[in-house]
Structures are given as C-alpha cells and as structure tokens.
Nanobody
Framework: QVQLVESGGGLVQPGGSLRLSCVAS????????VGWYRQAPGKQRELVAA???????NYANSVKGRFTISRDNALSTVVLQMNSLKPEDTAVYYC?????????WGQGTQVTVSS
C-alpha cells in the first residue's frame, strides 16, 4: 500500500511558476514509476510527466520545455516544477505511483492560472 499526499497548488498569473510536491509513504518508493496527471473540468485525466523507477522521463507535448519532473527516492518525494504557466494548464493535478499490478493516486491539488 502506498499513500500519496500532494501540496503546492494554488492561483498564479499567466507566465508564473508553481512547484508541486508529492510525498509517498507505506512502501518501497524507489521501485515505483511515479508521475503527475491532471484533469480539467469536462476533460479526461491526462499524463503530464512521469519518471520510471529506472529510465528516462516522459512529458506531454503541451508541457515540454516548461515543466520539469524530478524524484528523490531517499525522501520518497516527486516534484513537478511548472514554469511559464498558461491558462490551459488549469486543472486538478494528481500524483501517481505505479508498479504492476498496483496503481495509487493522491487526492489532487488545484492549479489555477488566471489573471
């Protein structure tokens, strides 16, 4: 069992930055692929960025060059640094941890980009 707790969401103006953090507890964090997803009103949940337990990171085309995902296995933390935010980045952002057959989600944190 893995518990995920997100923090760092909020309201920011277009062009601004936010840093989302997700702290995991309850299992061996380093063995999980971790990532961030988002869901805007009326839309499906979509992948934003992900890091496997070993290998290269993966980003949605819409955030490449603006967002950076990183993980610290010693602290069981995954961070999403979001720069040059746009109104279309507005969504609830969810932390995810996956290791077959287990798939865990955080409770979500709201990110609103608006002037």
């Amino acid at each position: 069992q893995v518990q995920l707790v997100e923090s760092g969401g909020g309201l920011v103006q277009p062009g601004g930055s936010l840093r989302l953090s997700c702290v995991a507890s309850g299992s061996i964090f380093s063995t999980y692929a971790v990532g961030w997803y988002r869901q805007a009103p009326g839309k499906q949940r979509e992948l934003v960025a992900a890091i496997p337990s070993a290998g290269i990171t993966n980003y949605a085309n819409s955030v490449k060059g603006r967002f950076t995902i990183s993980r610290d296995n010693a602290l069981s933390t995954v961070v999403l640094q979001m720069n040059s935010l746009k109104p279309e980045d507005t969504a609830v952002y969810y932390c995810n941890a996956y290791r077959r057959p287990f798939n865990y989600w955080g409770q979500g944190t709201q990110v609103t980009v608006s002037s």
